[in-house]
């Protein structure tokens, strides 16, 4: 069992745990990511190290409520144990000195800030790029703020905070001012295969994390297999970093989508056990 | 009196097996039932059952069948106990050689082991060992006593995954009296044994109670410990003051056709079709919120154990059809015959002679076809088994909404550059007879020297360098 020694709320959907977990917190690296299972009947769901210190032997990782485990997982409190936590998972991100250009999208900002905030650490000289659909979905906002950024981009598409529009445009423009030695980019699937369109016509490498369905999480179902510059990659051992202009983004949102239909019947399912009086904790 | 009686017991015993009796039919559930739940598909022999098969043995002066266990398991000594009906002296003789005899009586190949060798069968039918075998293993909780261990020597050993192979090493070591802790990536222990091979074909708690019985030998189980990524080779002895390590990380790497539209939604590894199943319980979605996806019309490609129970779960999950794709005939199939045999009987469908060209994705972007070239056979290849040819033009496509390869596994290079010891070539590590690798405090065994094998040669390689890590860690006292 791992127990949550802290939580924090960042807006309605949005939350940290810090989880005690003494020897992850020795071996953990940004850009890794750990499983969880929260109860014995979950499933095994990838989340990346928000943070994490090895002296006080702790683990952290930010999590936006959208399917049935993030639901469970938003009602447990401070004492609580989650029943499994593996990890660390997958390589590191690759860091350089340099200047960067981090961009999150929607919960990829969740995984975007700890990088942001690591390259920060090691000196390079760093722009970010948010993006979300609307205002509401913007999140770590002021996490971000608290950086030392070069810049802080911010794009809504309906325009109800920052620049109307998507990330690639004040990407395209950074690129244009030839402000940018590397990208790096997470996000909804369209938001990262654009991003690496615009650095391709610029000529500038970008990495981007990626977010497949995983089961084991240590290269042995394939599920999260992605194909990368014509091979097949594993996110879970291989990645979850590729260089995004090749990877075949269509072949990787067709594979995210396979279980649409029994995510929803999972929530419908979880309702159904919330309505129950017999159910209620 | 008791004169007589002394003499009574000295005599030798007269035994006459009942030649020309059938072989005893296993317990088999109803195919059409079966086929649509996840229950036993054998509920196995009743002890009546088990003394008349025991009955059929000739018990040969030169026993062939222990030359085909891999383990010599002493057989004809078992089959007496059974019929003497000293259940506790049977479970004895076999656990002496296999630890996991509930395991290895449902799984092993018999009929190219023990089975395929008695004498039995080159004129009717072989002995049913396997199933004699398990009948002793599931009398445990009944009759078997707990192993005496002996006092604590001092020594720690690390063995890293809990399949058949660390379970054995583990078990054995526990025995001697070494302080043993299983490192597990999984939050449950057994391995294949547990995310692989289905319930139906092997109730998972036979697994727990193998691994409770190693814990009540005081073993200890890390689980979720992803070794490489959680602890370093060298935090195993420096930090944790382990004297030595056991590698049993297994061979679990997929395999892939490598042809077009393999990474479709609906185009399942046998591996994760498998691990969503059985490990996380995807059959009981949404009591457990893994999913997995119902197909209606199923193509299963391969021929081996993993095949058949990947056709054979897709069935139970309420598949109007599933196709078995094999590139060869059935003759050649690696599988069991006993799961071919049931896997026909619940209506699985073999299609001989077929090689993928590639996958087709209908409009929801979701695998609809695979298109199959149709081959016949030729020449032998390296193997001695007749190479399939292409028939040229002659191409067929199934329809299908979900589809599963099943073409073998490899080393998985995270479980094995993670260990500090070099692999070889094909990502296998190299050891010596005894489970020794270039590292003397290293020993290795299981699928990840051998490449995928079987549970028994697993265990047995577990065996093996148990009894090296003893003779090499007490010889340093």
Same mark, same amino acid.
């Given at each position: ?6 939580k924090?709320q ?5 939350f940290? !745990?810090?989880i005690?977990?003494? #020897?992850m917190?020795?071996?953990a690296?940004?850009? #890794?990511?750990?499983?969880?299972r ?7 769901v990838?989340?990346?190290?928000a943070?994490w210190?090895r002296e ?6 930010i999590?936006?409520?959208i399917?049935k485990?993030t639901t469970?997982?938003s #009602?447990l409190?401070v004492?609580?144990c ?8 997958g ?5 350089g000195?340099g ?6 999208g929607?919960?990829?900002?969740a =995984?975007?800030y ?5 390259l920060c650490r090691?000196g ?5 790029i948010m993006g979300a659909?609307?205002?509401?979905l913007? =999140?770590l906002?002021?996490?971000f703020r +608290?950086?030392p950024l ?16 998507v990330v690639t445009?004040?990407l ?6 030839g ?15 654009f ?7 610029h000529?500038?490498p970008i990495t981007?994390?990626?977010n ?5 999480g ?5 599920c999260c297999r992605?194909?990368v ?5 594993f ?10 202009t090749q990877?075949d ?5 067709a594979r995210?989508?396979t279980?649409?239909?029994q995510e929803a +019947?999972?929530m +419908?399912h ?5 309505d129950?009086p017999c159910?209620?904790? | 009196? %008791?004169?007589e009686?002394?003499a009574g017991?000295a005599a030798p015993?007269k ?6 009796a %059938?072989?005893?039919p296993?317990?088999?559930e ?6 649509r739940?996840f ?15 025991a ?8 026993p062939l069948?222990?030359?085909g266990c891999?383990?010599g398991?002493?057989?004809p ?6 019929r003497?009906? $000293?259940w ?12 996991l005899?509930s ?5 092993c190949p018999?009929?190219?082991?023990c089975?395929?060798?008695c ?5 009717g039918?072989?002995v049913a060992?396997?199933?004699l ?8 909780p009944?009759v078997?006593?707990?192993p005496a261990c002996?006092p604590?020597?001092g020594?720690k ?5 809990s399949?058949p ?10 025995? +001697?009296?070494f ?12 391995g ?8 139906f074909r092997l109730p998972?708690?036979?697994v ?12 200890? !189980? ?6 490489g ?7 195993? !002895?420096?930090?944790?003051g ?5 590698l049993?990380?297994?061979?679990g790497?997929?395999?892939?056709l490598n042809?077009p ?5 609906g185009?399942?590894t ?7 199943s059985?490990?996380m ?8 919120d893994?999913?997995?996806?119902h197909?209606?019309?199923?193509v299963?490609f ?6 058949m ?5 897709a069935?139970r999950?309420g598949a109007d059809?599933v ?5 060869r005939?059935e003759a050649?199939?690696p599988?069991?015959r006993?799961e071919?045999?049931?896997a ?10 077929v090689?993928? =060209?590639?996958f087709?994705a209908?409009e929801?972007g979701?695998v609809?076809a695979i298109?199959?070239q ?9 193997s001695?088994?007749r190479r ?10 199934i329809?299908?909404d979900?589809?599963i390869?099943?073409?073998g596994?490899?080393a998985?290079? !995270?479980?094995t550059?993670?260990s500090?010891?070099e ?5 296998y =590590?190299?050891t010596d007879?005894d489970?020794r690798?270039? $590292?003397?405090?290293v020993?290795?065994g299981? $699928? ?5 094998a079987t549970v028994i040669l697993?265990?047995g390689a ?6 090296s890590?003893k003779?090499?860690?007490l010889a340093?006292?």
């Amino acid at each position: 069992m791992y127990q949550i020694i802290d939580k924090e709320q960042y807006s309605e959907k949005v939350f940290k !745990f810090r989880i005690h977990a003494p #020897q992850m917190a020795k071996k953990a690296q940004a850009g #890794q990511f750990l499983m969880v299972r929260v109860d014995e009947t979950g499933e095994r769901v990838p989340f990346t190290f928000a943070d994490w210190n090895r002296e006080e032997g702790w683990i952290e990782f930010i999590f936006m409520v959208i399917g049935k485990t993030t639901t469970l997982l938003s #009602q447990l409190n401070v004492g609580d144990c989650i029943k499994d936590v593996t990890g660390p998972l997958g390589q590191p991100t690759e860091m350089g000195s340099g200047r960067w250009t981090v961009i999150g999208g929607g919960v990829g900002l969740a =995984i975007a800030y700890p990088v942001a905030r690591e390259l920060c650490r090691r000196g390079a000289e760093v722009s970010v790029i948010m993006g979300a659909r609307t205002k509401d979905l913007l =999140i770590l906002t002021d996490q971000f703020r +608290e950086l030392p950024l070069k810049g802080l981009y911010i794009t809504t598409d309906d325009g109800s905070e920052g620049e109307k529009g998507v990330v690639t445009q004040p990407l395209d423009r950074l690129c244009a001012d030839g402000a940018v030695d590397h990208v790096f980019a997470v996000g909804p699937v369209p938001m990262m295969k654009f991003s690496a369109l615009t650095c391709e016509k610029h000529n500038v490498p970008i990495t981007a994390s990626l977010n497949p369905i995983m089961v084991d999480g240590t290269g042995m179902c394939g599920c999260c297999r992605v194909e990368v510059g014509g091979k097949t990659k594993f996110a879970c051992v291989d990645g979850p970093d590729f260089d995004a202009t090749q990877v075949d983004w269509n072949d990787l949102a067709a594979r995210q989508a396979t279980y649409r239909t029994q995510e929803a +019947e999972a929530m +419908e399912h979880l309702h159904e056990e919330e309505d129950c009086p017999c159910h209620r904790k | 009196m %008791p004169q007589e009686v002394t003499a009574g017991a000295a005599a030798p015993k007269k035994y006459r097996p009942n030649i020309g009796a %059938p072989r005893t039919p296993a317990n088999e559930e109803p195919a059409a039932e079966r086929a649509r739940d996840f229950r036993p598909v054998d509920t196995g022999y009743t002890k009546a059952d088990a003394v008349a098969e025991a009955n059929r043995c000739l018990d040969c002066k030169k026993p062939l069948c222990m030359e085909g266990c891999p383990v010599g398991v002493h057989i004809p000594r078992f089959l007496e106990q059974i019929r003497d009906e $000293d259940w506790a002296g049977a479970l004895e003789t076999v656990k002496g050689d296999n630890l996991l005899p509930s395991v290895c009586g449902r799984v092993c190949p018999q009929e190219n082991q023990c089975e395929g060798k008695c004498v039995l069968g080159r004129k009717g039918e072989p002995v049913a060992i396997g199933q004699l075998e398990r009948f002793v293993g599931d009398m445990a909780p009944e009759v078997g006593k707990a192993p005496a261990c002996k006092p604590k020597n001092g020594k720690k050993v690390a063995v890293v995954g809990s399949g058949p192979s660390g379970i054995a090493c583990a078990g054995e070591l526990a025995r +001697e009296g070494f302080d043993v802790t299983v490192f597990e990536a999984f939050f449950t222990g057994g391995g294949v044994l547990t995310y692989g091979i289905p319930e139906f074909r092997l109730p998972k708690d036979i697994v727990k109670r193998e691994i409770d019985g190693l814990e009540q030998l005081g073993v200890h !189980f890390e689980y979720n410990a992803v070794v490489g990524q959680l602890y370093s080779p060298e935090d195993f !002895f420096d930090e944790m003051g382990f004297d030595a390590l056991y590698l049993a990380v297994g061979a679990g790497l997929p395999r892939f056709l490598n042809v077009p539209g393999e990474n479709l939604p609906g185009v399942y590894t046998a591996n994760e079709f498998l691990t969503r199943s059985n490990l996380m319980h995807a059959y009981e979605f949404p009591a457990y919120d893994t999913p997995i996806r119902h197909g209606k019309s199923v193509v299963v490609f391969g021929g081996g154990n993993v095949a058949m129970d990947a056709a054979r779960t897709a069935l139970r999950l309420g598949a109007d059809k599933v196709t078995l794709a094999y590139r060869r005939t059935e003759a050649e199939m690696p599988a069991r015959r006993a799961e071919i045999h049931h896997a026909k009987e619940e209506g699985v469908e073999f299609l001989e002679l077929v090689a993928p =060209i590639e996958f087709t994705a209908g409009e929801d972007g979701f695998v609809n076809a695979i298109r199959l070239q149709q081959c016949e056979l030729g020449e032998p290849d390296d193997s001695g088994r007749r190479r399939p040819v292409p028939i040229e033009g002659a191409e067929i496509e199934i329809p299908c909404d979900v589809a599963i390869t099943a073409i073998g596994t490899k080393a998985n290079p !995270f479980a094995t550059t993670a260990s500090g010891v070099e692999a070889n070539k094909w990502g296998y =590590i190299d050891t010596d007879e005894d489970g020794r690798t270039s $590292d003397p405090r290293v020993w290795a065994g299981g $699928d990840i020297v051998t490449g995928a094998a079987t549970v028994i040669l697993a265990m047995g390689a577990g065996k093996k360098a148990a009894a090296s890590i003893k003779k090499t860690l007490l010889a340093e006292e």
